[in-house]
């Protein structure tokens, strides 16, 4: 159920975002998705890919600081009040969230699936299979094979 | 010393344990002698003409101020030998230091100044618990460094016998610790943990061989470093303190209470002073150790700068010993930097990285006057064990970096993570500081 999530440490300067993308290309590895948090001085750079523990050593031989995180691909429902029923249940559950991100999935982007950084990612598995409203993606779903 | 309460205690030779008073007087007579004994070295008679100083005339401590500074600069102005006090017949040995301009500094000895360094160094082994039966591993390499030889005479002057193994193929000296079974190792402290982390490479935990306790000095270290060596060898660790232009090792060294370093006081005339102004320092604080050498012979120097930043303690010491200690040497005072008015070392911020994780990561302090104010900034680079994908951790992390710099210095730094592998590195010392101010100067 849990997706292993890749992220980088980045300087806030030119050329640093495209520097990993291009190691990864190079090794042919698809990047699935991604978000980019910022500061002023630095950002956090978070990726899902196919392999991502062929991933993580392309990244540390390019000279990357790597941090493997488990998140959840959550299904959200595609009208509206779609995800606050999600976040709803997420309440009702008693579970924080440290960030989210939003993309797409299946054929001509069908579906809507948001990735969660749960702060207890074991916890969150066990109470969201108490919630129907709730569907988590298995990674086989996004990730193939 | 035969009594068995010194023994007890460690201590080697009587002239540790004189009354202040006596060792005052002692010292005073002997300054009266080395400024005699110099007067005729080129260096020195300009420099005493220059400050107004009359070699007859200095009688004793109350002189000391108005006597002229030795500075590396001028051993190297003086190269090759040209600071020798005694005629060149009577040299016996010559040492020297690398200097980062190329040319060493050479300090010569007589045969006295000889016994008289060994007899130094045999104190500060006595201290530590060293007997004439131990077997003594010395991993310091031998040449115009001081640290091999110095060591290697004081063990036989203590009676113990040696393994002059020097520096340098790491896997053999572990092949000469395990199979000779030493019971004390003298080496840097750098190199005491390369020799535990290759160890256990090879399959050799240095805890299980009968190592019982090491020497280290050579380079300045922290405590943290002390606790590794101490867990990494399962050993007790002492500092000891020196430099060739004073003498070599001997200098000072810890006493079983390491409560810092025993000045051999009897021999070398201490002074803590502010390395800008040249007044000194109130006890307790850290300044730039001056040293005199009172008796040696073939080059002693009057008050050598030795730009080393320390602080002095003449409380009692529970050892018995009424020499002045020294704390391990914190920093170089030509680091030392001079922010928004307040003195910082590198070796602070040091200091405060290690509070906030544990071990020091790569980091470099840049320094810049844009306007009328200078401005630090540390960069500090983010390793895999810091960083963390939540960006709320990444922030605390700095801000923890930034109230513990603060704390430390007493200055505010501003604390930017830079990812690993981007601060310039030259060949084995790390580059700590870049001063804008004085490219603009």
């Keep these: 159920m849990k997706i292993h999530q890749l992220s980088l440490f980045l300087e806030n300067r030119p050329g640093q975002l495209v520097a990993p993308c291009r190691a990864l290309a190079k090794a ?10 910022d500061t002023a001085q630095f950002g956090i750079f978070r990726l899902v890919v196919k392999d991502w523990q062929k991933a993580k050593q392309v990244l540390e031989a390019a000279g990357s600081v790597v941090n493997v995180t488990e998140v959840l691909a959550i299904e959200v429902p595609d009208r509206p009040g779609g995800l606050a029923g999600v976040l709803e249940a997420f309440d009702r559950a008693a579970l924080g969230i440290e960030y989210m991100y939003a993309f797409t999935s299946g054929q001509r982007g069908a579906r809507a699936i948001c990735i969660f950084r749960f702060e207890d990612p074991d916890k969150a598995v066990a109470a969201l299979r108490g919630s129907p409203e709730v569907r988590v993606v298995e990674s086989e779903e996004i990730l193939g094979k | 010393m035969s009594t068995s309460a010194s023994t007890q205690r460690r201590i080697r030779d009587a002239a540790e344990l004189l009354p202040r008073q006596e060792l005052r007087a002692l010292q005073g007579q002997r300054l009266r002698e080395v400024v005699a004994r110099v007067a005729h ?8 003409a220059r400050s107004g100083v009359k070699p007859d005339a200095v009688r004793g401590l109350d002189d000391l101020r108005r006597l002229p500074f030795t500075t590396k600069k001028d051993l190297r102005d003086g190269y090759p030998l040209q ?24 300090m010569a000895y007589t045969r006295r100044d000889l016994e008289l360094w060994s007899d130094l160094c045999a104190r500060f082994l006595v201290a530590g618990g060293m007997e004439p039966h131990h077997l003594v591993h010395v991993a310091f390499g031998y040449g115009l460094f001081t640290g091999g030889f110095g060591l290697h005479y004081g ?6 016998a040696v393994v002059p193994a020097a520096g340098g193929n790491t896997p053999r000296q572990l092949m000469l610790l395990r199979d000779l079974a030493a019971d004390v190792l003298v080496c840097t402290p750098s190199y005491a943990l390369h020799i535990a ?30 606790a590794a060596i101490e867990d990494q060898l399962g050993i007790q660790a002492f500092n000891n303190y020196g430099l060739s232009e004073v003498i070599g090792p001997g200098v000072s060294g810890e006493c079983p209470a390491r409560r810092g370093m025993h000045i051999q006081e009897d021999h070398f005339l201490v002074e803590c002073l502010d390395p800008e102004t040249l007044e000194p320092v109130p006890e307790g604080k850290a300044g730039e150790l001056v040293f005199t050498a009172l ?57 405060a990285l290690l509070r906030v994780e544990g071990t020091a990561p790569h980091y470099l302090i840049e320094v810049d006057r844009p306007g009328t104010l200078d401005n630090v900034v540390v960069k500090v680079e983010v390793r895999p064990q810091d960083f963390s994908d939540a960006m709320r951790e990444m922030v605390g992390l700095r801000d923890r970096i930034d109230r513990e710099i603060h704390a430390v210095t007493g200055i505010r730094m501003a604390v930017e993570l830079v990812a690993p592998g981007t601060l310039q590195r030259s060949e084995g010392k790390a580059k700590r500081v870049l001063d804008h101010r004085k490219e603009k100067a």
């Design chain 1, 28 to 37: 042919g590895i698809d990047i699935v998705t991604s978000s980019l948090a």
């Design chain 2, 41 to 48: 070295v080129p260096f020195y008679r300009e420099a005493f």
């Design chain 2, 83 to 106: 600071f020798l006090a005694v005629p060149r017949a009577e040299v016996a040995r010559i040492h020297g230091s690398s200097g980062t301009t190329g040319k060493p500094t050479f």
């Design chain 2, 155 to 160: 063990i036989e002057k203590v009676g113990a």
């Design chain 2, 197 to 226: 982390e290759v160890g256990r490479a090879e399959g050799i935990d240095l805890r299980e061989l009968p190592l019982a306790f090491g020497h280290f000095g050579g380079e300045p270290w922290t405590e943290e470093m002390r």
């Design chain 2, 295 to 351: 008796t040696k012979e073939a080059m002693p120097l009057v008050r050598y700068r030795t730009r080393d930043l320390a602080s002095l303690d003449s409380t009692p010491c529970p050892c018995g010993r009424t020499t002045i200690r020294m704390s391990r040497v914190i920093g170089r005072s030509d680091d030392m930097l001079i922010i928004r008015g307040v003195n910082v070392f590198p070796s602070q911020v040091e200091e």
